[in-house]
């Protein structure tokens, strides 16, 4: 072990992790875009063991996030819903400021699959994936029947009702100066179709298929709790039924893998209470509006954030899968689809496509095959991001020329709106939309919603299947 890092981890391994004779290798795994996952090899009575290691993106300490109760929570978290009968690791260390390392915690290393897409489709899960969702409804019950203060957690939970989680979102999207108008559509009809606010339970708030383990035996863990808070448990329920986690199976609703009668089924066995169905909709429907702001956020961070790696601005190009679940929600139907122009570039050879080609199949075949782990991913994400900008070489003239068309005609009159300027037509129209001065049926201002989200997906992902589903 050569570098600063991988020394000091030995260290803090050997004195608080009982039976470590010294750290054998520290892979950071690929994922994970708001904090580090690790695989830790390490020898215990002159074997090879394996550890997990949770820690702060860029090994940060003592950074407050609004809405994130901190790693050393997230560690409580996983021992007391270990205690409650949820499937989870055990922890062994919660990493200390003296220990170098940034906040974070070691813990038990589980064998199962984590991948959202291998759930679906791994043969030997075969056998218990039909079986899945009821399961999984099962183990939220359970989450949900923790009593926070008997276990100590309600001083470090943050308290959330329906209507200051949409606030919240809406006011951290509105600070990143990104105007998304079906984001402000979005939130005025959830403001308007607010849940009454219950008694606050504990809400992991990231359930979803991709932050859980399964194995052939079923469930082994619950993962990534940075952000649970208190309130209302449905928010979990309609989480895991939202679409960007069903990995591309639009017929089965529950992470790509079950049924809402299966899910619920399970979670009613368990607690003895009848779901709401009309609530799981609710946060199902927040569930593409929060993580349609979660994905700007990642563009956010790329540009100010301490982690600016390739991953966050082509997360944060995902942000218009998520606008097109709200669509196909909330204003499905017909919608005009661009046609693709040639791409602007220099008249002399190579052209502006043919370099971003040769330079996106060098990462696909030489990068790719040279590598391995999350060096072999990031280079999948960055020739996934070079398609992006190939598909707006041919698309976005045409699409950005309709928007603002469009955006003329439904705001070019509002005080401040700058009828050459789409950005400033955006926030016009955002503002019109959020406070209530457009109403929501007017049929321009859905033909205009649909036909610019689903454009644009056309641009940033059009395998995704949200965007199948709207064409169709």
């Not at 072990?1 to 981890?9: A, G, N, S």
């Not at 359930?207 to 082994?220: C, E, L």
């Not at 709790?225 to 448990?233: A, I, Q, R, T």
């Not at 702001?293 to 082509?314: A, F, S």
Request: charged fraction near 25%.
């Amino acid at each position: 072990m050569d570098d600063e890092f991988t020394q000091t981890l030995d260290t803090v391994l050997r004195r608080n992790v009982a039976g470590v004779d010294r750290l054998l290798s520290a892979e950071r795994l690929s994922g994970g875009a708001s904090q580090e996952t690790y695989r830790l090899t390490v020898e215990v009575d002159g074997q090879p063991h394996l550890l997990a290691m949770r820690r702060a993106a860029g090994g940060e300490t003592g950074v407050e996030v609004e809405g994130r109760p901190g790693l050393a929570v997230e560690a409580r978290l996983f021992q007391v819903a270990r205690a409650a009968g949820v499937p989870e690791p055990e922890v062994f260390y919660v990493l200390e400021p003296d220990d170098g390392l940034g906040d974070g915690f070691v813990m038990e290393w589980l064998d199962g699959e984590t991948l959202g897409a291998r759930i679906l489709r791994a043969p030997e899960l075969d056998e218990i994936r039909p079986r899945l969702a009821y399961e999984v409804g099962k183990v939220l019950a359970r989450i949900h029947a923790i009593d926070p203060v008997a276990t100590g957690l309600a001083p470090h939970l943050e308290v959330l009702t329906p209507e200051g989680f949409v606030d919240r979102m809406w006011t951290q999207y509105r600070e990143m100066g990104t105007p998304q108008p079906m984001i402000d559509y979005s939130a005025r009809w959830l403001l308007d179709h607010l849940p009454e606010a219950g008694e606050p339970r504990l809400v992991h708030n990231d359930f979803r298929n991709g932050n859980i383990m399964v194995a052939p035996d079923g469930v082994k863990a619950v993962l990534d709790w940075e952000v649970c808070h208190l309130g209302d448990p449905m928010r979990d329920l309609g989480w895991i039924c939202t679409n960007s986690w069903r990995f591309g199976r639009r017929d089965l609703p529950v992470g790509g893998f079950g049924s809402y009668d299966d899910l619920f089924a399970g979670y009613e066995e368990v607690s003895g209470q009848p779901v709401d169905r009309s609530r799981v909709t609710f946060w199902e429907v927040f569930g593409s509006y929060w993580w349609a702001i979660g994905c700007l956020k990642m563009g956010d961070h790329y540009r100010h954030g301490p982690d600016p790696t390739v991953e966050r601005p082509g997360i944060a190009r995902r942000s218009s899968e998520c606008q097109v679940d709200c669509v196909n929600l909330l204003i499905p139907g017909p919608v005009e689809l661009v046609e693709a122009g040639l791409p602007a570039t220099s008249t002399d050879l190579p052209g502006t496509d043919e370099l971003l080609i040769s330079v996106r199949d060098f990462l696909r075949t030489d990068v790719m095959r040279a590598t391995e782990g999350r060096t072999s991913f990031m280079a999948r994400v960055a020739s996934n991001s070079l398609d992006i900008v190939l598909r707006e070489l041919t698309l976005g003239p045409a699409h950005r020329a309709g928007e603002l068309a469009r955006l003329r005609d439904l705001v070019g009159g509002e005080p401040g709106a700058d009828s050459d300027d789409a950005l400033s037509l955006r926030r016009a129209l955002c503002d019109a939309l959020y406070e209530g001065r457009m109403p929501l049926d007017r049929a321009d201002v859905i033909h205009h919603l649909r036909t610019t989200v689903v454009n644009q997906v056309g641009i940033d992902q059009p395998v995704y299947s949200g965007y199948q589903a709207a064409i169709t």
